[in-house]
């Protein structure tokens, strides 16, 4: 049996960033092709509304990216192999193409020059309409057999916290990966520090006690414990030992990213330059007062307030391992479900890494954050989600060409 092109029909079962992205390209490439869109909840794009602080961080410049595996700590050798097809540049090209002009941030995070979420939404929406593609809102697909009118099913359903929404694909052979969630904040054990939420240090080394995991980058204090981007990149490279943990371990933060003998070459030289001055009175590391202060509390309690000519070597050596090893323990995650990443999913092996077709399943595909991708904060989960999204979209392009042209069985 041969189809005619005219007469193949796509599921996208997700509307979602992935979901859209893969349905506006099909259609551009094959007009012929109808495409549905299954979304179960009332809303398309409520992830997209909400990222980057409503803004929507579309991708990276990836200027400072040496490694994939440093913003991807799952699949980034895939994305490497997809990059070739689709990437960070050619979704800067694809946006601006389309009607949205991108501006790129001095941390080199890409949004769109409204800094408004709705410029990305209202642009997939106006080019679904424009194509004709049917989205069909509070309809759930649990099983392909819901789909048999359909040639090729796209999976875009994005993360599943709980691994409900992926059981299905299970019982059809899928290997999955188990999903816990990533990128979120860390509740600390220690009211002291908490005292100072709104605190932001910029430049800090972050570390889970007698563990490989450390980032590095901004640190917000808060009142449950730190968030921030350098918290947030860490919560991604140890999603799993921390979901194994319970979410309690140690944190160790290096305030100032120096070591020792820098740290406290610079308080020698404080003790040497004004002696005479009370050490509460003016941080000469550039941290605020504030967290000065409390570190200073932290290391020497009523010594905190003697003068930089009456430190003992005991003192110095107590300051600065504070300032570059100070230690908090974590209770858990942030006190509100604020994660927007689950790491796991189907798993690499369970797909074609050439056009993330099923290996279980002929002509079922899978894109976005159903697969075990996930990366750091700043752009790097949407732009997972353009890349596979843009090769799932050829790989269906290329079967339908090779059934119309009687190449492939249907």
Same mark, same amino acid.
């Given at each position: 049996? *041969?189809?005619?092109?005219?007469?193949?029909?796509?599921? =996208?079962?997700?509307?979602?960033?992935?979901?859209?992205?893969?349905?506006?390209? #099909?259609?551009?490439?094959?007009?012929?092709?109808?495409?549905?869109?299954?979304? &179960?909840? @009332?809303?398309?794009?409520?992830?997209?509304?909400?990222?980057?602080?409503?803004?929507?961080?579309? !991708?990276?410049?990836?200027?400072?990216?040496?490694?994939?595996?440093?913003?991807?700590?799952?699949?980034?050798?895939?994305?490497?192999?997809?990059?070739?097809?689709?990437?960070? &540049?050619?979704?800067?090209?694809?946006? +601006? @193409? @389309?009607?949205?002009?991108?501006?790129?941030?001095?941390?080199?995070?890409?949004?769109?020059?409204?800094?408004?979420?709705?410029?990305?939404?209202?642009?997939? #929406?106006?080019?679904?309409?424009?194509?004709?593609?049917?989205?069909?809102?509070?309809?759930?697909?649990?099983?392909?057999?819901?789909?048999?009118?359909?040639? *090729?099913?796209?999976?875009?359903?994005?993360?599943?916290?709980?691994? +409900?929404?992926?059981?299905? /694909?299970?019982? #059809?052979? @899928?290997? $999955? +990966?188990?999903?816990?969630?990533?990128?979120?904040?860390?509740?600390?054990?220690?009211? &002291? /520090?908490?005292? $100072?939420?709104?605190?932001?240090?910029?430049?800090? !080394? =972050?570390?889970?006690?007698?563990?490989?995991?450390?980032?590095?980058?901004? /640190?917000?204090?808060?009142?449950?414990?730190? %968030?921030?981007?350098?918290?947030?990149?860490? %919560?991604?490279?140890?999603?799993?030992?921390?979901?194994?943990?319970?979410?309690?371990?140690?944190? %160790?933060?290096?305030?100032?990213?120096?070591?020792?003998?820098? =740290?406290?070459?610079?308080?020698?030289?404080?003790?040497?330059?004004?002696?005479?001055?009370? #050490?509460?009175?003016?941080?000469?590391?550039?941290?605020?007062?504030?967290?000065?202060?409390?570190?200073?509390? +932290?290391?020497?309690?009523?010594?905190?307030?003697?003068?930089?000519?009456?430190?003992?070597?005991?003192?110095?050596?107590?300051?600065?391992?504070? $300032?570059?090893?100070?230690?908090?323990?974590?209770?858990?995650?942030?006190?509100?479900?604020?994660?927007?990443?689950?790491?796991?999913?189907?798993?690499?092996?369970?797909?074609?890494?050439?056009?993330?077709?099923?290996?279980?399943?002929? &002509?079922?595909?899978?894109?976005?954050? =159903?697969?075990?991708?996930?990366?750091?904060?700043?752009?790097?989960?949407?732009?997972?989600?353009? !890349?596979?999204?843009?090769?799932?979209?050829? %790989?269906?392009?290329?079967?339908?060409?090779?059934?119309?042209?009687?190449?492939?069985?249907?």
């Amino acid at each position: 049996m *041969f189809m005619k092109a005219g007469q193949m029909k796509t599921a =996208v079962i997700g509307g979602g960033a992935a979901g859209f992205f893969l349905a506006v390209n #099909l259609k551009e490439a094959m007009p012929e092709m109808e495409v549905t869109i299954f979304e &179960r909840s @009332h809303r398309v794009l409520s992830k997209v509304a909400v990222s980057g602080g409503g803004r929507c961080n579309c !991708t990276n410049s990836f200027a400072e990216v040496r490694d994939l595996s440093a913003v991807y700590p799952r699949g980034h050798r895939l994305m490497k192999r997809l990059f070739k097809t689709f990437d960070y &540049r050619d979704v800067y090209q694809w946006f +601006e @193409h @389309h009607g949205v002009p991108l501006v790129t941030q001095d941390d080199e995070c890409v949004f769109p020059a409204t800094q408004d979420s709705r410029a990305v939404i209202d642009c997939f #929406l106006s080019l679904a309409r424009r194509h004709r593609i049917d989205i069909r809102q509070g309809e759930k697909v649990s099983s392909l057999a819901d789909l048999s009118d359909y040639d *090729f099913v796209a999976v875009t359903t994005g993360g599943s916290p709980t691994g +409900e929404g992926l059981k299905w /694909l299970a019982q #059809l052979g @899928h290997e $999955l +990966e188990p999903p816990v969630p990533s990128l979120y904040s860390l509740r600390i054990g220690n009211e &002291r /520090l908490c005292e $100072l939420m709104g605190t932001v240090v910029n430049d800090v !080394t =972050v570390r889970l006690s007698g563990t490989k995991f450390r980032a590095d980058g901004p /640190l917000l204090i808060t009142h449950w414990g730190v %968030s921030g981007p350098a918290i947030l990149k860490l %919560s991604s490279y140890a999603a799993r030992f921390l979901a194994d943990s319970d979410y309690r371990t140690s944190l %160790s933060i290096n305030w100032l990213q120096r070591d020792e003998s820098s =740290v406290q070459a610079t308080l020698t030289e404080t003790v040497s330059r004004q002696p005479q001055k009370q #050490l509460t009175t003016q941080c000469p590391l550039g941290l605020s007062l504030r967290l000065w202060n409390h570190l200073l509390a +932290e290391a020497l309690g009523p010594r905190s307030q003697i003068r930089w000519m009456d430190m003992s070597r005991k003192d110095m050596n107590r300051l600065t391992n504070i $300032l570059v090893n100070a230690t908090y323990p974590v209770t858990g995650r942030a006190p509100f479900k604020d994660e927007f990443v689950t790491c796991g999913g189907v798993s690499l092996k369970s797909v074609d890494p050439a056009t993330l077709e099923s290996r279980h399943v002929p &002509r079922l595909y899978f894109a976005g954050e =159903v697969l075990d991708i996930d990366g750091i904060t700043g752009g790097f989960n949407f732009q997972a989600a353009w !890349t596979t999204a843009y090769v799932v979209q050829q %790989s269906i392009k290329t079967a339908a060409d090779a059934i119309n042209a009687g190449v492939l069985r249907y």
